[in-house]
Nanobody
């Protein structure tokens, strides 16, 4: 089983940037894809972005396209989320997740990191 640890959250002004990191341990070779989700207070968890580990293919929610970039460092077993032009609506707990197959079921989750964007 893969374990995930997020870091890099914090407080930033609107228009600013943050970079989130998610380090995978355990059996990273079994990971098919890693992704980011977020959950704002009182809201459902929503998909943000994902990256296919073997070839680096990336996918983004419409709400973050053009502003966020997901990337991976295979040597470090780490995935990143570069967040630019942040908006107050981006405020949420951001979760890193992993799945071991091409299915859309994510079976491993990190503990989350808080991102707060002030207006």
């Amino acid at each position: 089983q893969v374990q995930l640890q997020e870091s890099g959250g914090g407080l930033v002004q609107a228009g600013g940037s943050l970079r989130l990191s998610c380090a995978a341990s355990g059996r990273p070779s079994s990971t098919y894809a890693m992704g980011w989700f977020r959950q704002a207070p009182g809201k459902d968890r929503e998909f943000v972005s994902t990256i296919i580990w073997i070839d680096g293919s990336t996918y983004y929610a419409d709400s973050v396209k053009g502003r966020f970039t997901i990337s991976r460092d295979s040597a470090k077993n780490t995935v990143y989320l570069q967040m630019n032009s942040l908006k107050p609506k981006d405020t949420a707990v951001y979760y890193c997740a992993a799945r071991s197959s091409p299915s859309y079921h994510y079976d491993t989750w990190g503990q989350g990191t808080q991102v707060t964007v002030s207006s």
